[in-house]
């Protein structure tokens, strides 16, 4: 079998093709195509121009794909997208894509959670059976774990994002945001030096970023106020704080932040694995700090690189032919999308 899938939940347009082994086996990545739209340093994306990005792009991609596979219509069994949870604008544009290629081929469509797409994707790229899950993108942070068909979630961020924490930083900086805001934060990181004290928010199995990101925001203004001056932001020694100090000391303490959450919930659910899912799940400052706690329990930490972390259509093909191969359809009267689309709301019935 094989299934076309399109992702479009947020800023990337992923289509990707993938197909299942009849008797069972790795799925085989045929194409993983994507284009990100990307706005001008200090600004975000806005939902209208994301959606005119996707709907001037989808088609493109979709003959792209298909010719990198070399696959026919005729070669395909469903057409799988995005129906949450994400930007309204974004996915309804993607939606639309989907219904028309289902009513042009002739093909059954299947509606993906997409925070779903990211787990089993990771689970078939790193082999990992049962880990621990943490997913960290822009628009979701969640602790989960798999339960009697469902991906439960133990904790997540109350308020924003981990993501959107790092996103809206750069643009305070006015950080370029290509190739990623977050990409450009964890590379200025990487030249910081100093650890400022910022707040650290975490309560039970959840966490809270905008008191971190209100505080760090602050700095920055101080920081960039008087950078023509002398600078009142200073070390213990004398030393002048930087903002790749500010990208340092914030990845580090929301990286802190989520890895005591995610061990706590590898302690309760007895697991000692943990696989990293999502566009933050790239950087490798997280993966280093949570492969450190996994060591010490005797774990391992799976993660994934960026063809596959950052939103992709291949993982919504791969879990909606997962879907499809038990039965699941989406009718084209139910091929809506939705903002809101808990990641414990999906039946997982291809899992024991």
């Known amino acids: ?29 045929l194409a993983n195509i994507r284009h990100t739209f990307v706005s001008p340093p200090g600004e975000g994306f806005l939902p209208k121009d994301t959606a005119k990005h996707h709907r001037s792009w989808v088609v493109k991609l979709v003959c792209q794909a298909m010719q990198e596979a070399k696959v026919k219509v005729d070669d ?4 799988c997208y995005t129906r949450g949870p994400g930007m309204g604008a974004p996915l309804q544009s993607v939606a639309i894509a989907a219904r028309m290629l289902s009513l042009l081929w002739d093909k059954e469509l299947v509606g993906v959670n997409h925070c779903v797409g990211h787990i089993e994707m990771g689970r078939e790229i790193t082999g990992a059976e049962n880990p621990v899950v943490l997913y960290v993108s822009g628009g979701n942070t969640q602790v989960i774990a798999y339960a009697e068909q469902r991906y439960r979630i133990f904790g997540e961020a109350l308020d924003i994002a981990v993501g959107n924490c790092l996103d809206r930083f750069a643009r305070t900086l006015e950080i370029p945001n290509d190739p990623a805001p977050g990409y450009n934060i964890e590379q ?12 650290y928010t975490v309560k039970g199995m959840d966490c809270s970023f905008s008191g971190i990101l209100a505080s760090v925001d602050a700095l920055a203004a101080d920081l960039l106020k008087t950078a023509s001056t002398s600078s009142k932001l200073i070390t213990p020694t004398n030393k002048p704080i930087t903002t790749a100090d500010l990208c340092f000391s914030l990845q580090e303490t929301v990286f802190a932040m989520l890895v005591e959450i995610t061990e706590r ?27 450190i706690m996994a060591k010490d329990r005797g774990g391992s930490v799976y993660a994934t690189d960026e063809r596959f972390c950052i939103d992709n259509g291949i993982m919504i093909a791969h879990a909606g032919l997962l879907a499809y191969r038990t039965g699941f359809r989406t009718s084209l009267e139910e091929s809506t999308c939705t903002q809101r689309f ?10 024991d």
Request: glycine share 16%; hydrophobic share 45%.
């Open 342 to 351: 808990r990641t414990d709301e999906v039946f997982v019935a291809w899992r």
């Open 1 to 29: 079998m094989i299934a076309l899938g399109l992702e479009g939940s947020a800023n990337k347009l992923g289509v990707g093709l993938i197909r299942h082994p009849k008797g069972g086996g790795r799925a085989e990545i």
């Open 265 to 291: 919930a590898m302690a309760h659910v007895g697991s000692n694995h943990v696989l990293i899912v999502g566009g933050v799940g790239c950087n490798e400052r997280l993966q280093e700090m949570m492969g």
């Open 76 to 79: 395909i069994s469903c057409i």
């Open 188 to 199: 200025l990181a990487k030249k910081g030096e100093y650890l400022v004290e910022l707040p």
